[in-house]
């Protein structure tokens, strides 16, 4: 029993393996689509009625300030991709806080760098930009993640090569170079 078991044993061990090394390092809740639907503006506008409403948000790190318990990092709002990597540009443009317990390193979360977080609303802190008080939403973090640099995926050779001819191509036999 045990020799006919074991090439089995050896093969689901292997794809199991192989299945591990495909898994996710980004959090699930960042992943998937938790929180309510809220802006930046909307927590702004309304600070007492989205207070302790879970959010995910992300977006372009702008700044860290620490303090003596926590750290404050600023974040300029963007869309989120299905699986909660903040988009290169566009977004709402507004600056919201992520609160973290501790400290935070400026040097690991560098600006311009994207993070995506989980949490609840804590209510508006107002952080000057320039000499314009600016109200910015707390984001009190439960859950962070901090993606690699945008990376757009290169557009294939032949959408811009003038004499690639695909012969399956319904109009491909009007191109005098195809044939």
Known sequence: GTRLGSPMKKYLLVVVVLLAGCASTVPEAVRLDVGQKISVAQAQQEPAEV???????????????????????????????????????????????????????????????????????????????????????????????RWPKFEPVPEPRWHRDPFYCDPIHPWGYRRPFCW
């Open 51 to 145: 207070k302790g409403k879970r959010i995910r948000w992300g977006g372009e790190l702008l700044a860290v300030h620490n303090h003596r318990e926590y750290s404050d990092v600023v974040i300029l709002r963007r869309d989120l991709f299905n699986e909660g990597e903040p988009k290169p540009s566009g977004g709402e443009g507004k600056r919201f806080v992520a609160r973290f317990q501790g400290f935070i390193d400026p040097a690991e979360f560098a600006p311009q760098q994207r993070l995506t977080v989980v949490g609840r609303l804590q209510g508006i802190e107002v952080i000057p930009v320039g000499e314009y008080a600016y109200p910015h939403p707390v984001v009190k973090v439960e859950l962070s993640h």
